[in-house]
Nanobody, 127 residues
Framework: QVQLVESGGGLVQAGGSLRLSCAASGRTFGNYAMGWFRQAPGKEREFVAAVNWIGGRTYYPDSVKGRFTISRDMAKNTVYLQMNSLKPEDTAVYYC????????????????????WGQGTQVTVSS
């Protein structure tokens, strides 16, 4: 079992930045690819970023590519999402997720491939 706790959300003006953190506890942080998703009211949960379990490989959708950066600190059992140049359409609840994997390089990008989820943190971008 893996427990995930997100933090760092808040209210920011368009063009600003936020850094989200996701602290993992429970089973070893290794062998888990990590991802970030978001969900706006009335919309489906959307993939935002992912990193493979050993680090070094990341994946982003076009909507955030060049603005968002995912990283992980294995020593701290924490994954981060640095969000720059925020837009009002980035407003959503952001969720951290963990995918148990046997692959060094696999980076999942769909909701159903993730095994554990955090409770979410609200990000609101004002125009």
């Amino acid at each position: 079992q893996v427990q995930l706790v997100e933090s760092g959300g808040g209210l920011v003006q368009a063009g600003g930045s936020l850094r989200l953190s996701c602290a993992a506890s429970g089973r070893t942080f290794g062998n888990y690819a990590m991802g970030w998703f978001r969900q706006a009211p009335g919309k489906e949960r959307e993939f935002v970023a992912a990193v493979n379990w050993i680090g070094g490989r990341t994946y982003y959708p076009d909507s955030v590519k060049g603005r968002f950066t995912i990283s992980r600190d294995m020593a701290k059992n924490t994954v981060y999402l640095q969000m720059n140049s925020l837009k009002p359409e980035d407003t959503a609840v952001y969720y951290c997720a963990a995918h148990r994997t046997g692959s060094n390089w696999y980076v999942p990008a769909v909701v159903h491939e993730y095994d554990y989820w955090g409770q979410g943190t609200q990000v609101t971008v004002s125009s």
